[in-house]
């Protein structure tokens, strides 16, 4: 295998150009090659001046920077902090001032204005200036022509030509702003037409938006221009007469005098309904009706200028508008009703009262009448829309639009309970109906005696009775009656069966044994009864102040029982129950007993019996210890008896002691007689015969 070996130069070379690449670009980034500090914006010759005078802005840009080479900069001015809308824009690498001038200043130049420095990533922007140019130019008001005809145009110019920026003409006829136009050109040019006769005066204004601000210049020059009235008068008029009865033909001609030289357009109209007339006849021509009656309009118009003439035209009804009865006012099913058809008023001149044809509809089919009257039996068949008709001749006209509906006569009412009842406290019963016509009144029995009456008069209202009772039985004591149409509407339910809920009375508390006899080890009840109540009842069992329940069940019997299987004395102390149902408003306790767990019998003599041993014990101690102190052993006839103390003897009686012991010296007692030793000695002490002591000093 070949090495190729690179030549320490070149490889010298590269290492210096890596180092040298490197730290360059480290300088690059650690320091910028300058600094945008801050922008000034000066204003000249000050913030205040008068119109036409000169404006400098001037913006500086306090930038820091290596070397000799200044960095480039973009200058913008902006106006009313309009960053996007800029009014001038520079980029300079040679110098880090710009200005921006005004040669006349107008109030358009008026507004706070800004300048910023963009170089490359650096942003800075100036602190706002306030200008004011003071004065603005009183525009001027130019018309073609000072005397027009009615409807004639005139050209209207209105100029400021020393302003600049957008200017907002206004052009006013006197006090009235006949229009309103946004110029850029300093001037505004308007055709408009003079339509009312008499001297116009017209004048022009303008303002200038400078967003903070609006600046209002004075009224312009006041021209007069004479309008004069356009000759063309409309007329008019009605055949055969302006008043008129229905049935006849009237003719309306509608025409125009005048001297005119336009084409005139001619219309006709009644309100909002316009007529069609032509050019050649002008006229207008109908049969009419008293509909027709009202205040007519002939107008014409040139170069949109409009005059009217107007007529009132009077149409008396042949015969008035039929009136659509039904009696009685309210039916029920099963009544007999009849719908009528009158026509009260007649032109009497024209016609009689028999000569009016009546005719009565049901959904637009015709029922068989002949002096305009209808009778039926009312039932779901002949509910519906009723109309009728009055006609003479070729006139014919329609009544108003009734709808009948029959009413339901009530159903038999179903009586129920709402929610619970519970013995002694209030409930509700509610009456109701399945069918039958609004309004329903609802009469709430017991034993057929009235108590309560509800009138209900629409689906969402509710016949609801509140009740109490004292007794189970009395629920079935309730009736309810309803009717919607008098006594011969009244319908009765049935009796109201609800089961009634009776509330537990106070429990009763006792133990199986007796309190006084409850004995360790063995079984304890606790037995909660109660004289009355409905089930299921909820017993519930307490031990002293603990408000936590020992134990709880619920029955369906009027008694439950909490055993202790095996009874201590932890089990002793004050017990009680209660007892609940849907019924209770307030729970009441039991009588509250006293449990003392007494110690078991074999407990007791086992204790007695371990006690006597104990004393027996303690007294054959004692007395052991006693004689054992005080006595000594005798032997009579093999008896063992108490020692007691020699008396003083003769020293020829006494046996020799050691001298070093002392004199006072206590016998130990013997407890059974001991056989005569043959070793020992014999002390005769008169005619007794007396064992050697056996000294054993304490």
């Known amino acids: 295998m070949r090495t190729i070996r690179c030549p320490r130069f070149l490889l010298r070379l590269f290492i210096l150009n890596f180092i040298t690449t490197c730290t360059r670009a480290q300088s690059e980034h650690l320091s910028p090659e300058f600094i945008l500090r801050g922008v000034t914006l000066s204003v000249k010759p000050a913030n205040e001046l008068e119109r036409g005078s000169e404006l400098k802005l001037i913006c500086t840009a306090n930038v820091s920077y ?27 690498n040679t110098s880090n001032q710009v200005e921006y001038n005004v040669t006349k200043a107008r109030a358009s130049h008026t507004g706070r204005y800004q300048c910023d420095v963009t170089a490359k990533d650096q942003y800075r922007d100036s602190s706002p200036q306030m200008i004011t140019v003071k004065g603005i130019q009183t525009p001027e008001l130019i018309v073609d022509k000072h005397a027009v005809t009615q409807g004639d145009e005139v050209s209207i110019t209105c100029s400021a030509k020393e302003e600049s920026g957008v200017l907002t003409f206004v052009i006013r006829d006197g006090s009235n702003i006949i229009y309103q136009e946004a110029s850029y050109t300093a001037k505004m040019q308007k055709n408009h037409s003079l339509k009312s006769p008499g001297l116009s005066k017209l004048s022009c204004s303008y303002f200038i938006n400078l967003g903070s601000d609006i600046l209002y210049s004075n009224v312009s020059n006041v021209v007069s221009v004479v309008v004069n009235e356009l000759d063309l008068t409309p007329t008019i008029t009605v055949l055969p007469s302006t008043e008129v009865i229905e049935g006849d033909t009237v003719n309306i001609i509608c025409d125009v005098e005048g001297n005119y030289q336009s084409s005139p357009r001619l219309t006709l109209s009644k309100g909002s309904r316009l007529f069609q007339i032509s050019d050649r006849k002008k006229e207008y021509k109908a049969v009419v009706t008293a509909a027709d009656s009202g205040r007519y309009e002939c107008s014409v118009m040139v170069n949109n200028v409009e005059k009217t003439a107007n007529a009132n035209l009077t149409v008396k009804e042949l015969f008035s508008k039929p009136v659509l009865t039904l009696t009685p006012s309210e039916v029920f099913e099963r009544q007999q009703f009849t719908v009528t058809c009158t026509s009260s008023d007649f032109a009497s001149e024209r016609i009689g009262s028999h000569d009016v044809k009546y005719t009565i509809y049901r959904y637009n089919q015709a029922l068989s009448s002949t002096d305009g009257t209808y009778r039926d039996t009312a039932s779901t068949e002949t509910n519906g829309n009723y109309t009728c008709t009055a006609q003479v001749n070729d006139t014919i006209k329609w009544s108003h639009l009734m709808i009948f509906t029959a009413k339901v006569l009530v159903s038999r009412p179903n009586i129920t309970v709402l929610h619970d009842v519970i013995l002694g406290q209030l409930f509700q019963i509610e009456c109701y109906s399945d069918s039958g016509s609004f309004p329903i009144t609802y009469t709430l029995k017991r034993n057929h005696s009235r108590l309560s009456i509800i009138t209900v008069s629409r689906p969402s209202q509710k016949a609801i009775f509140n009740i109490s009772i004292r007794f189970e039985k009395e629920i079935n004591e309730f009736t309810c009656e309803a ?54 009842i909820t017993f519930k069992w307490y031990h002293d102040d603990n408000h936590r329940p020992v134990h709880t069940v619920t029955e369906k019997k009027d008694h439950a029982t909490y055993s202790l299987p095996s009874a201590s004395s932890m089990h002793s102390g004050t017990y009680y129950c209660e007892a609940l149902n849907q019924g209770v408003e307030k729970v009441e306790k039991s009588n509250h007993i006293v449990v003392t767990v007494r110690m078991a019998n074999w407990k007791k003599g086992l204790i007695i019996g371990v006690c006597l041993l104990v004393v027996t014990g303690l007294v054959l101690a004692f007395l052991l210890r006693h004689r054992a102190k005080r006595g000594k052993v005798s032997v009579s006839d093999g008896v063992g008896i108490w020692s007691k103390r020699p008396p003083a003897v003769d020293s020829s009686e006494v046996v020799d002691l050691d001298e070093h012991e002392e004199l006072n010296v206590e016998y130990t007692e013997v407890l059974h007689p001991q056989t005569a030793d043959p070793t020992q000695v014999p002390l005769r002490k008169g005619t007794d015969t007396v064992y050697s002591e056996v000294r054993n000093p304490l």
């Open 483 to 536: 009717q919607n149409n008098g006594n011969d509407s009244v319908q009765m339910s049935g009796a109201l069966s609800a089961q009634v809920i009776v509330p537990v009375e106070k429990p009763n508390l006792m133990t199986i044994p007796e309190a006084d006899n409850v004995v360790e080890a063995e079984e304890v009840k606790f037995v909660c009864s109660v004289r009355k109540g409905s089930l299921p």
């Open 66 to 92: 290596f070397g000799s080479n200044s960095p480039l900069l973009r200058f913008s001015f902006f106006k009313e902090f309009n960053k996007l809308n800029s009014v001038y824009i520079l980029q300079t």
